[in-house]
Protein backbone atom coordinates (compact mmCIF):
# COMPACT_ATOMS: atom_id res chain seq x y z
CA UNK A 1 0.00 0.00 0.00
CA UNK A 2 1.19 3.63 -0.76
CA UNK A 3 -0.16 6.79 0.08
CA UNK A 4 -0.18 10.36 -2.41
CA UNK A 5 1.56 12.80 -0.81
CA UNK A 6 -0.35 15.19 -3.40
CA UNK A 7 -3.81 13.78 -1.68
CA UNK A 8 -2.67 13.34 1.65
CA UNK A 9 -3.59 16.07 4.24
CA UNK A 10 -1.98 15.12 7.38
CA UNK A 11 -4.76 13.89 9.18
CA UNK A 12 -3.20 10.87 10.58
CA UNK A 13 -6.44 9.09 10.89
CA UNK A 14 -5.27 6.06 8.90
CA UNK A 15 -2.31 5.72 11.42
CA UNK A 16 -4.05 3.37 14.15
CA UNK A 17 -6.12 0.81 11.51
CA UNK A 18 -2.56 -0.39 10.26
CA UNK A 19 -2.11 -3.79 12.74
CA UNK A 20 1.72 -3.88 11.92
CA UNK A 21 2.35 -0.09 12.68
CA UNK A 22 3.62 0.74 9.09
CA UNK A 23 2.15 4.24 8.71
CA UNK A 24 4.03 6.83 9.64
CA UNK A 25 3.24 10.74 10.17
CA UNK A 26 6.29 12.76 8.46
CA UNK A 27 6.95 15.84 6.79
CA UNK A 28 7.38 15.51 3.14
CA UNK A 29 8.01 19.21 2.03
CA UNK A 30 6.24 21.62 3.52
CA UNK A 31 3.65 19.86 5.32
CA UNK A 32 3.29 16.75 7.48
CA UNK A 33 1.58 13.45 5.48
CA UNK A 34 1.57 10.02 6.21
CA UNK A 35 3.78 7.60 4.74
CA UNK A 36 3.74 3.73 4.71
CA UNK A 37 6.94 1.63 5.59
CA UNK A 38 7.20 -0.82 2.58
CA UNK A 39 9.19 -2.94 4.59
CA UNK A 40 6.92 -3.02 7.48
CA UNK A 41 3.35 -3.14 5.06
CA UNK A 42 1.92 -6.71 4.96
CA UNK A 43 -0.60 -5.46 2.04
CA UNK A 44 -3.06 -6.23 4.22
CA UNK A 45 -5.31 -3.81 3.27
CA UNK A 46 -6.76 -2.55 6.56
CA UNK A 47 -5.95 1.23 5.68
CA UNK A 48 -7.29 1.58 2.43
CA UNK A 49 -10.81 -0.78 3.19
CA UNK A 50 -11.82 1.15 6.35
CA UNK A 51 -12.33 3.93 4.12
CA UNK A 52 -10.84 5.90 6.80
CA UNK A 53 -9.38 8.31 4.18
CA UNK A 54 -11.36 10.87 3.60
CA UNK A 55 -9.26 12.28 0.62
CA UNK A 56 -8.59 8.87 -0.66
CA UNK A 57 -5.08 8.83 -0.89
CA UNK A 58 -4.22 5.68 -0.24
CA UNK A 59 -3.85 3.25 -2.60
CA UNK A 60 -2.23 -0.49 -3.82
CA UNK A 61 0.58 0.43 -6.39
CA UNK A 62 0.98 -2.21 -8.97
CA UNK A 63 2.96 -4.86 -6.80
CA UNK A 64 4.77 -7.72 -8.89
CA UNK A 65 5.51 -11.08 -7.56
CA UNK A 66 7.03 -12.14 -5.32
CA UNK A 67 5.74 -8.82 -3.22
CA UNK A 68 2.14 -9.66 -3.98
CA UNK A 69 1.98 -13.28 -2.16
CA UNK A 70 1.54 -10.91 1.04
CA UNK A 71 -1.90 -9.44 0.36
CA UNK A 72 -2.86 -13.44 -0.31
CA UNK A 73 -1.93 -14.25 3.74
CA UNK A 74 -2.71 -10.84 5.26
CA UNK A 75 -6.50 -10.54 4.97
CA UNK A 76 -6.05 -8.13 2.18
CA UNK A 77 -7.61 -10.39 0.28
CA UNK A 78 -6.75 -9.86 -3.53
CA UNK A 79 -6.33 -13.38 -2.84
CA UNK A 80 -5.54 -16.69 -3.36
CA UNK A 81 -8.25 -17.55 -5.79
CA UNK A 82 -8.94 -17.40 -10.19
CA UNK A 83 -9.88 -13.68 -10.16
CA UNK A 84 -8.52 -12.26 -13.01
CA UNK A 85 -7.97 -8.38 -13.42
CA UNK A 86 -8.71 -5.88 -16.59
CA UNK A 87 -8.27 -2.52 -17.66
CA UNK A 88 -11.56 -2.04 -17.59
CA UNK A 89 -11.52 -3.38 -13.33
CA UNK A 90 -12.18 -6.25 -11.66
CA UNK A 91 -14.07 -9.60 -11.82
CA UNK A 92 -14.05 -13.34 -10.21
CA UNK A 93 -15.07 -16.61 -11.98
CA UNK A 94 -17.91 -17.59 -10.18
CA UNK A 95 -18.60 -20.98 -9.03
CA UNK A 96 -15.34 -21.65 -7.55
CA UNK A 97 -13.86 -21.57 -3.98
CA UNK A 98 -10.92 -19.17 -3.89
CA UNK A 99 -9.03 -21.47 -1.20
CA UNK A 100 -9.44 -23.89 -3.36
CA UNK A 101 -7.44 -23.22 -6.28
CA UNK A 102 -4.07 -21.55 -5.89
CA UNK A 103 -3.31 -19.91 -9.14
CA UNK A 104 -2.28 -16.57 -7.73
CA UNK A 105 0.58 -18.26 -5.99
CA UNK A 106 1.43 -21.02 -8.62
CA UNK A 107 1.27 -18.73 -11.53
CA UNK A 108 3.66 -15.72 -9.39
CA UNK A 109 0.23 -13.15 -10.11
CA UNK A 110 1.17 -10.06 -9.26
CA UNK A 111 -1.66 -7.10 -8.45
CA UNK A 112 -2.22 -3.93 -10.45
CA UNK A 113 -2.52 -0.53 -9.22
CA UNK A 114 -6.39 -0.07 -7.38
CA UNK A 115 -7.59 2.43 -5.94
CA UNK A 116 -10.10 2.79 -2.34
CA UNK A 117 -12.88 2.99 -4.98
CA UNK A 118 -11.70 -0.31 -6.57
CA UNK A 119 -11.38 -1.97 -3.27
CA UNK A 120 -13.98 -1.04 -1.46
CA UNK A 121 -16.98 -0.53 -4.10
CA UNK A 122 -16.35 -3.73 -6.47
CA UNK A 123 -14.96 -5.59 -2.63
CA UNK A 124 -11.69 -7.08 -3.46
CA UNK A 125 -11.20 -8.55 -0.48
CA UNK A 126 -11.70 -12.30 0.92
CA UNK A 127 -9.98 -15.68 0.79
CA UNK A 128 -8.83 -17.88 3.16
CA UNK A 129 -5.71 -19.38 4.93
CA UNK A 130 -6.90 -22.87 5.91
CA UNK A 131 -9.78 -25.00 5.08
CA UNK A 132 -13.09 -26.46 6.26
CA UNK A 133 -11.74 -29.28 7.66
CA UNK A 134 -10.22 -26.82 10.29
CA UNK A 135 -13.27 -26.59 11.90
CA UNK A 136 -15.76 -29.89 10.83
CA UNK A 137 -13.29 -32.19 10.35
CA UNK A 138 -16.43 -34.70 12.38
CA UNK A 139 -18.47 -34.36 9.03
CA UNK A 140 -15.91 -34.06 6.32
CA UNK A 141 -13.64 -36.79 7.82
CA UNK A 142 -10.70 -35.08 7.17
CA UNK A 143 -9.27 -37.02 10.19
CA UNK A 144 -10.24 -40.37 10.95
CA UNK A 145 -9.62 -42.97 14.32
CA UNK A 146 -6.36 -42.42 15.68
CA UNK A 147 -5.28 -39.37 13.86
CA UNK A 148 -5.26 -35.74 15.36
CA UNK A 149 -5.05 -32.70 12.97
CA UNK A 150 -1.99 -29.69 13.42
CA UNK A 151 -2.35 -26.62 12.58
CA UNK A 152 0.72 -24.17 13.58
CA UNK A 153 -0.17 -20.32 12.85
CA UNK A 154 2.23 -17.83 12.48
CA UNK A 155 1.97 -14.40 12.96
CA UNK A 156 -0.83 -12.30 14.61
CA UNK A 157 -1.81 -8.23 13.84
CA UNK A 158 0.36 -6.88 15.12
CA UNK A 159 3.10 -8.98 14.99
CA UNK A 160 3.32 -11.14 11.25
CA UNK A 161 5.91 -13.44 9.94
CA UNK A 162 8.48 -14.05 7.31
CA UNK A 163 8.38 -16.67 5.28
CA UNK A 164 11.55 -18.13 6.16
CA UNK A 165 10.49 -18.97 9.40
CA UNK A 166 7.51 -20.69 7.78
CA UNK A 167 9.62 -22.87 6.00
CA UNK A 168 11.70 -23.38 9.55
CA UNK A 169 8.29 -24.92 11.10
CA UNK A 170 7.57 -26.75 8.39
CA UNK A 171 10.81 -28.65 8.35
CA UNK A 172 10.75 -29.44 12.08
CA UNK A 173 7.10 -30.67 11.26
CA UNK A 174 8.32 -32.98 8.30
CA UNK A 175 10.81 -34.76 11.30
CA UNK A 176 7.67 -36.11 13.41
CA UNK A 177 6.20 -37.39 9.96
CA UNK A 178 3.23 -35.15 9.78
CA UNK A 179 0.92 -35.27 6.54
CA UNK A 180 0.24 -31.82 4.80
CA UNK A 181 -3.02 -30.79 4.15
CA UNK A 182 -3.04 -30.55 0.04
CA UNK A 183 -5.98 -28.24 0.23
CA UNK A 184 -4.12 -25.62 2.06
CA UNK A 185 -2.26 -22.44 -0.05
CA UNK A 186 0.98 -23.08 2.33
CA UNK A 187 1.52 -26.61 0.96
CA UNK A 188 1.51 -25.19 -2.58
CA UNK A 189 5.12 -23.77 -2.37
CA UNK A 190 6.28 -26.56 0.40
CA UNK A 191 8.08 -29.87 -0.35
CA UNK A 192 5.92 -32.13 1.35
CA UNK A 193 9.23 -34.43 1.73
CA UNK A 194 11.48 -32.09 3.22
CA UNK A 195 8.90 -29.22 4.36
CA UNK A 196 11.60 -26.41 2.63
CA UNK A 197 10.05 -23.82 0.22
CA UNK A 198 10.47 -25.29 -3.31
CA UNK A 199 13.31 -23.71 -5.43
CA UNK A 200 10.63 -22.16 -7.78
CA UNK A 201 9.54 -20.16 -4.79
CA UNK A 202 12.87 -19.58 -3.05
CA UNK A 203 12.01 -15.71 -3.85
CA UNK A 204 9.11 -15.51 -1.28
CA UNK A 205 11.45 -15.96 1.77
CA UNK A 206 11.97 -12.71 2.35
CA UNK A 207 8.86 -11.80 2.04
CA UNK A 208 6.48 -11.31 5.33
CA UNK A 209 2.46 -11.49 5.49
CA UNK A 210 -0.22 -11.18 8.94
CA UNK A 211 -0.33 -15.34 9.35
CA UNK A 212 -0.14 -18.32 7.30
CA UNK A 213 -1.59 -21.67 8.66
CA UNK A 214 0.62 -25.07 8.30
CA UNK A 215 -2.16 -28.00 8.16
CA UNK A 216 -1.24 -31.11 8.50
CA UNK A 217 -2.26 -34.03 9.87
CA UNK A 218 -0.30 -37.17 12.11
CA UNK A 219 -0.42 -40.49 13.71
CA UNK A 220 -2.23 -39.41 17.30
CA UNK A 221 0.89 -40.89 19.20
CA UNK A 222 3.08 -38.62 17.61
CA UNK A 223 1.54 -35.46 19.69
CA UNK A 224 3.88 -35.65 22.47
CA UNK A 225 7.27 -35.56 19.72
CA UNK A 226 5.69 -32.63 17.83
CA UNK A 227 4.80 -30.93 20.76
CA UNK A 228 8.74 -31.17 21.75
CA UNK A 229 10.18 -30.05 18.50
CA UNK A 230 7.82 -27.24 17.89
CA UNK A 231 8.72 -25.80 22.01
CA UNK A 232 12.64 -26.10 20.37
CA UNK A 233 11.71 -24.67 16.89
CA UNK A 234 9.70 -21.67 18.42
CA UNK A 235 13.20 -20.88 19.84
CA UNK A 236 14.74 -20.64 16.43
CA UNK A 237 12.08 -18.11 14.83
CA UNK A 238 11.64 -14.25 14.80
CA UNK A 239 7.80 -14.60 15.42
CA UNK A 240 4.61 -16.29 17.63
CA UNK A 241 2.44 -19.46 16.46
CA UNK A 242 -0.31 -20.94 17.75
CA UNK A 243 -0.55 -24.11 17.69
CA UNK A 244 -4.34 -26.26 17.41
CA UNK A 245 -4.52 -30.37 18.02
CA UNK A 246 -7.63 -31.26 16.41
CA UNK A 247 -9.04 -35.17 17.69
CA UNK A 248 -12.59 -36.81 17.60
CA UNK A 249 -14.54 -37.00 20.54
CA UNK A 250 -15.24 -40.57 21.64
CA UNK A 251 -18.26 -41.76 23.76
CA UNK A 252 -18.22 -38.20 25.41
CA UNK A 253 -14.33 -38.35 25.91
CA UNK A 254 -11.05 -37.01 24.21
CA UNK A 255 -9.01 -39.54 23.09
CA UNK A 256 -5.99 -37.94 23.11
CA UNK A 257 -5.88 -36.35 26.60
CA UNK A 258 -4.03 -39.10 28.56
CA UNK A 259 -0.97 -38.34 25.18
CA UNK A 260 -1.29 -34.64 26.17
CA UNK A 261 -1.44 -35.04 29.82
CA UNK A 262 1.97 -36.67 29.55
CA UNK A 263 3.04 -34.28 27.37
CA UNK A 264 2.30 -31.72 29.93
CA UNK A 265 -0.39 -29.90 27.72
CA UNK A 266 -3.42 -28.55 29.89
CA UNK A 267 -6.31 -29.13 28.21
CA UNK A 268 -8.94 -25.82 28.84
CA UNK A 269 -12.23 -26.17 29.66
CA UNK A 270 -12.96 -23.52 27.14
CA UNK A 271 -11.47 -25.85 23.96
CA UNK A 272 -13.02 -25.24 21.17
CA UNK A 273 -15.60 -28.15 20.52
CA UNK A 274 -17.52 -28.74 17.05
CA UNK A 275 -20.85 -30.79 17.37
CA UNK A 276 -20.80 -31.34 13.34
CA UNK A 277 -24.12 -31.43 12.70
CA UNK A 278 -25.22 -32.61 9.37
CA UNK A 279 -24.26 -36.42 7.36
CA UNK A 280 -21.13 -37.36 8.04
CA UNK A 281 -19.03 -38.09 4.97
CA UNK A 282 -17.89 -41.37 6.50
CA UNK A 283 -19.14 -43.92 9.17
Known amino acids: MKIDSELCSGCGRCIPYCPV ?20 CVECGVCIRSGVCKSEAI ?32 SFERGRSPTRSFSRILNKIGLPRLTMTDIVEKRVGGGSRGTSEMKTNDVT ?10 ACELGRPGIGFYFRDLETVAVAMVKCGVQF ?5 VTVFLDTSTGRIKDDFAEIRGERALSAIIECKAPMEKVG ?31 LKPLLDDAGIRV ?7 VGLGRPLIP
Request: hydrophobic share 30%; with cysteine.
Open 181 to 185: EPQNP
Open 268 to 274: RINGKTN
Open 21 to 40: GAIKKRDVGAFPTAVIDQGE
Open 141 to 150: GRFRDGEVGI
Open 59 to 90: YLPETPWPRSIRAAFSGGGFSFGRGHFSGEGI
Open 225 to 255: EIYRVLQEVAEEIDTVFTLDIINKCQDGTIP
